[in-house]
T-cell receptor
Framework: AQKITQTQPGMFVQEKEAVTLDCTYD???????LFWYKQPSSGEMIFLIY??????QNATEGRYSLNFQKARKSANLVISASQLGDSAMYFCAMRGPRGTYKYIFGTGTRLKVLA | GAVVSQHPSWVICKSGTSVKIECRSLDFQATTMFWYRQFPKQSLMLMATSNEGSKATYEQGVEKDKFLINHASLTLSTLTVTSAHPEDSSFYICSARDLAGVFTDTQYFGPGTRLTVL
């Protein structure tokens, strides 16, 4: 069965520092997609970054990068130069069974950026 | 691009009434939309997959007669909570796949609807 694990319920980071949010996954499907979303206190889910299982390079989007280690089945999110506005809940997700396009979500990590 | 709206953003209703929540893809067509429910400080729980022009596919344990889903067009899906009770109070979020987008697996989420049943 497919599974996403986020082991950090909460994290603190100093403003302007970098932070890594952990995500490990389990799947027997050779083709899969991994996603990170940010959910601020307002509740909206904001798409941050995507990594495909066959992508050769780690995905990057501005200050967000995904440290994809396929052999270890990890897809950690790295936020560089943290800003106060980065304080939010972060969810890692994986596309579910092929053909369904459903997501399997992790339990989330709450990030607090300190001034 | 890839903007999804939800209406209303919040609603308070009396027990026993029905509430309809709309989910619209504003700048793309979405043959598949998803409805989630989120309890405080918890992750999202998928309720159902909404397919344009066909019946929704409900997840195990979700009452289809309680949570009616209609996907009448490529840009609109609705969730109706019938005979709502206080235990239905929750944050409901929809999402949609952008088939023409760069990442066709990516779901774009609406801002959510907070339902409170008195």
């Amino acid at each position: 069965a497919q599974k996403i694990t986020q082991t950090q319920p909460g994290m603190f980071v100093q403003e302007k520092e970098a932070v890594t949010l952990d995500c490990t996954y389990d799947t027997s499907d050779p083709s899969y997609g991994l996603f990170w979303y940010k959910q601020p206190s307002s509740g909206e889910m904001i798409f941050l970054i995507y990594q495909g299982s066959y992508d050769q390079q780690n995905a990057t989007e501005g200050r967000y990068s995904l440290n994809f280690q396929k052999a270890r089945k990890s897809a950690n999110l790295v936020i560089s130069a943290s800003q106060l506005g980065d304080s939010a809940m972060y969810f890692c997700a994986m596309r579910g069974p092929r053909g369904t396009y459903k997501y399997i979500f992790g339990t989330g990590t709450r990030l607090k950026v300190l001034a | 691009g890839a903007v999804v709206s939800q209406h209303p953003s919040w609603v308070i209703c009396k027990s026993g009434t029905s509430v309809k929540i709309e989910c619209r893809s504003l700048d793309f067509q979405a043959t598949t939309m998803f409805w989630y429910r989120q309890f405080p400080k918890q992750s999202l729980m998928l309720m159902a997959t909404s397919n344009e022009g066909s019946k929704a596919t409900y997840e195990q344990g979700v009452e289809k007669d309680k949570f009616l889903i209609n996907h009448a067009s490529l840009t609109l899906s609705t969730l109706t909570v019938t005979s709502a009770h206080p235990e239905d109070s929750s944050f409901y979020i929809c999402s949609a796949r952008d088939l023409a987008g760069v990442f066709t697996d990516t779901q774009y989420f609406g801002p959510g609807t907070r339902l409170t049943v008195l």
